[in-house]
Structure formats: structure tokens, C-alpha cells
């Protein structure tokens, strides 16, 4: 359960309603369409976060507060972990950094917003779902949303750009644990001008946070070609380091 208590002064509860057809007016922002919107961007991402922690530990649960400030443009800007009563901690971080990514407010509000996040997770009854990637229907689902095409040589070209500075990513990730290493999957969302919409790390679960927050700008700040056809989505993994060598110790 997502809710919203909006801090800021300015947005009326509801749009107006237009007397002549009855009808709540579109592209007037509201307190009630920040929380729409927060609750539609928002499910599927937390859900994800939650559902690690649930592997677990399977009757985690609880609320998980942030603050967060919505710009005039309607991107987040700011986001704050409150507090969380989930046992797993890395469950919490994973909710502020995908309150962090939410897509952009719309419509946007004329002012910056601020606002407390409220989100209430609790354990279902169904047993936790199996993801695969390579599940046909929802490839098709993907294709249908993203039209779009870019060549893989234009692609891999602009990632390439970014390279020096996902190493100092991982340099710095190295300090703080020699031992380092994994596997990031992003998300990088094109829009059909060029340029980049949105990098998100999707179903990796990299150790060292900072390390992905930190990747993901290198990437966001790329300017890759306009795809032919619209908006389309790629997705990249990245490797860090290498997994220990097994030790075989024989027995005399």
C-alpha cells in the first residue's frame, strides 16, 4: 500500500471540474494524481525489492517511510530514507533508490513538491514467483511498448564511451571491499530524440549500491543516437571483477 502526505501548500485535492462537460479537467496537477501516480510507477518496483527480502526471510513485513521533493519539471529530486521497519535493510535502500527512479510527475506540478512517502508491504499467500527472461509472452509485451530500434554497433559505440568511468565506479567500490565483484543488468531507457530518459538497474542484485548509483550516472550522461521507430528500451549486463577461484583441500 503506497500513500502520500503532501507537505508542500498549492495543489488542490482534486482538478477542477470542467462545468460544461462535468468532467475533471486533464494536465491540472493534484494531491490526488501525485498519488496515482505513485502508486501505478511504483508497484512493480517494489514488489521486486520486497520479494528479495521475503527469500529471506518470508514473513518480513512492515512500513517504510521516505521524503521525497517532486521539481517543477516533474523529475524527483530529492529523496530521503525516514525509517523502515522491514528487518532486511537492503529491502529498505532498494525502495529509495526506485522512489529515486520514478518516471517523471505528470502533469507536472507548477512549483516543487514535497512530500512523505508511506509504503506498507506485507507478505501474500501465493508462493513467490519464478522470473525468466526468456518467457515469450512477455517479450512480446516488451516489443509492443518499445518500437523503437537502435543498431547494436551504435549502441555498444556510445556504452563504450562510459567505460573509463564505470571502472573509477568500481575502483571506488574496491576500497571499501577488495573482494568486490558481480554482475550489474541495466535498464536504459532511449527517448526517440537521442540522448538517455532513464538507466535503471533491473533484476541485479550488485552488493555495493554506491557502485550501481554510480555506474548508472556514467551511462545516464551518454548521448546515444535517436532510435528509428520511437522510444525503445535496451538492456546491458556489466561485469566487475571475477568470483573467487575455488579451494580444494584434500584430506591426508
Known amino acids: 500500500m503506497v500513500d502520500v502526505d503532501i507537505k508542500s501548500r498549492g495543489l488542490p485535492k482534486r482538478p477542477p471540474v470542467d462545468r460544461r462537460t462535468g468532467r475533471s479537467r486533464r494536465g491540472v496537477p493534484s494531491e490526488h494524481g501525485v498519488l496515482a501516480h505513485a502508486r501505478k510507477w511504483g508497484y512493480w518496483d517494489f514488489r521486486i525489492c520486497f520479494e528479495a527480502a521475503l ?116 575502483a571506488s567500490g574496491l576500497e571499501r571491499d577488495a573482494a568486490l565483484w558481480g554482475r550489474i543488468l541495466l535498464e536504459i531507457q532511449l527517448p526517440p530524440g537521442g540522448g538517455v530518459a532513464k538507466v535503471r538497474q533491473n533484476g541485479s542484485q550488485f552488493p555495493d549500491r554506491k557502485v550501481v548509483r554510480c555506474v548508472r550516472r556514467a551511462v545516464r550522461k551518454q548521448e546515444f543516437p535517436s532510435p528509428e521507430g520511437g522510444r525503445t528500451t535496451r538492456m546491458i549486463g556489466i561485469r566487475l571483477g571475477q568470483p573467487p577461484s575455488p579451494v580444494v583441500e584434500a584430506n591426508e
Not at 78 to 102: G, I, P
Open 55 to 170: 527469500r529471506k526471510d518470508p514473513q518480513d513485513h512492515g512500513q517504510t517511510k521516505l521524503s521525497m521533493r517532486i521539481a517543477a519539471n516533474g523529475k524527483v529530486s530529492r529523496v530521503k530514507l525516514l525509517s523502515s521497519e522491514l528487518k532486511d535493510k537492503d529491502a529498505a535502500r532498494c525502495l529509495e533508490e526506485q522512489v529515486a527512479n520514478y518516471r517523471d510527475f505528470h502533469p507536472a506540478p507548477r512549483r516543487r513538491v514535497d512530500l512523505e512517502l508511506s509504503i506498507k508491504l506485507w507478505p501474500g499467500d501465493a508462493p513467490l514467483p519464478v522470473v525468466s527472461i526468456t518467457d515469450e509472452a512477455a517479450l512480446k509485451k516488451f516489443h509492443e511498448a518499445n518500437p523503437g530500434r537502435i543498431g547494436d554497433s551504435a549502441f555498444i559505440d556510445t556504452m563504450n564511451r562510459s567505460l573509463d568511468d564505470v571502472r573509477r565506479c568500481y
